[in-house]
């Protein structure tokens, strides 16, 4: 889609939007922070219109990485953080392979079995993922009641190995860090759905960030920037 039709009616060029979007979900920062920033170069952006890109294009920046992501292998690593929405605690469900590429999220309100389950199936529906043939998960007794029921149904087969090795989610944990650094800055998010879609445009510009682009390097931060600004359109 050309940028007149994905930017009509927007007061502001692609370029400027897709830079707010992109900033606000790689680095820590408020819209309070990137307003100040554009007006540092004679922008007269509200931080509000700015949290109306985010909310809008978050998902899609999301949505329109995935046919570009390499292959994970087949070993995961699953685990959940917290997140706060409206002054409580929401579960972020994440799951990365054994290399450090993320695999598949899911933001949950509870943290149950089924949810956990719910989760299971979301990531084995992720496009750029390896059928799983183990994963790791942590001592929460909801993933064993999850995995058996999806072995019932047969979506998961009896030879999968779920295991619950600590020193093994190190990696995931870590990659925790990545998400909780930019959460922090907002201090929590006013509803679920909005917390949803900044957590999509989060964890996108994380697998870019982690060079999980095919044909583009961890390193390559000019090469990200003409990806994105490739996917929606942008001229160059």
Same mark, same amino acid.
């Not at 940028?3 to 408020?30: D, M, N």
């Not at 109306?52 to 995961?76: F, G, H, M």
């Not at 929590?188 to 949803?196: E, L, Q, V």
């Given at each position: 889609?050309?940028?007149?039709?994905?930017?009509?009616?927007?007061?502001?060029?692609?370029?400027?939007? %897709?830079?707010?979007?992109?900033?606000?979900?790689?680095?820590?920062?408020?819209?309070?922070?990137?307003?100040?920033?554009?007006?540092?170069?004679?922008?007269?952006?509200?931080?509000?219109?700015?949290?109306?890109?985010?909310? +809008?294009?978050? *998902?899609?920046?999301?949505?329109?990485? +995935? *046919?570009?992501?390499?292959?994970?292998?087949?070993?995961?690593?699953?685990?959940?953080?917290?997140?706060?929405?409206?002054?409580?605690?929401?579960? %972020?469900?994440?799951?990365?392979?054994?290399?450090?590429?993320?695999?598949?999220?899911?933001?949950?309100?509870?943290?149950?079995?089924?949810? =956990?389950?719910?989760?299971?199936?979301?990531?084995?529906?992720?496009?750029?993922?390896?059928? *799983?043939?183990?994963?790791?998960?942590?001592?929460? =007794?909801?993933?064993?009641?999850?995995?058996?029921?999806?072995?019932?149904?047969?979506?998961?087969?009896?030879?999968?190995?779920?295991?619950?090795?600590?020193?093994?989610?190190?990696?995931?944990?870590?990659?925790?860090?990545?998400?909780?650094? %930019?959460?922090?800055?907002?201090?929590?998010? =006013?509803?679920?759905?909005? =917390?949803?879609?900044?957590?999509?445009?989060?964890?996108?510009?994380?697998?870019?960030?982690?060079? $999980?682009?095919?044909?583009?390097?961890?390193?390559?931060?000019?090469? $990200?920037?003409?990806?994105?600004?490739?996917?929606?359109?942008?001229?160059?």
């Amino acid at each position: 889609m050309g940028q007149a039709g994905e930017f009509k009616w927007r007061h502001y060029e692609g370029e400027v939007i %897709l830079l707010c979007v992109r900033w606000y979900t790689r680095y820590p920062l408020s819209y309070r922070n990137l307003e100040e920033m554009m007006q540092e170069r004679d922008l007269g952006v509200d931080h509000t219109t700015i949290y109306r890109w985010v909310q +809008r294009y978050a *998902p899609e920046l999301n949505k329109r990485i +995935r *046919p570009y992501l390499r292959k994970t292998n087949d070993s995961y690593r699953i685990d959940e953080t917290y997140v706060k929405v409206k002054g409580e605690w929401k579960y %972020l469900y994440r799951a990365i392979d054994s290399s450090g590429d993320t695999i598949d999220f899911m933001l949950s309100h509870t943290r149950c079995a089924k949810a =956990a389950k719910r989760f299971f199936k979301k990531t084995l529906k992720a496009p750029h993922a390896s059928f *799983p043939r183990v994963a790791n998960v942590d001592k929460n =007794a909801a993933y064993p009641l999850a995995v058996e029921e999806l072995k019932e149904e047969k979506i998961l087969p009896k030879t999968f190995n779920l295991r619950a090795v600590k020193y093994l989610n190190n990696k995931i944990e870590q990659d925790h860090r990545f998400i909780k650094r %930019l959460v922090r800055p907002g201090l929590g998010f =006013a509803s679920f759905n909005t =917390a949803d879609n900044t957590l999509q445009g989060y964890e996108a510009m994380n697998m870019i960030r982690k060079g $999980q682009i095919q044909g583009i390097g961890k390193n390559d931060i000019k090469g $990200q920037v003409k990806f994105i600004e490739n996917l929606f359109g942008i001229a160059a």
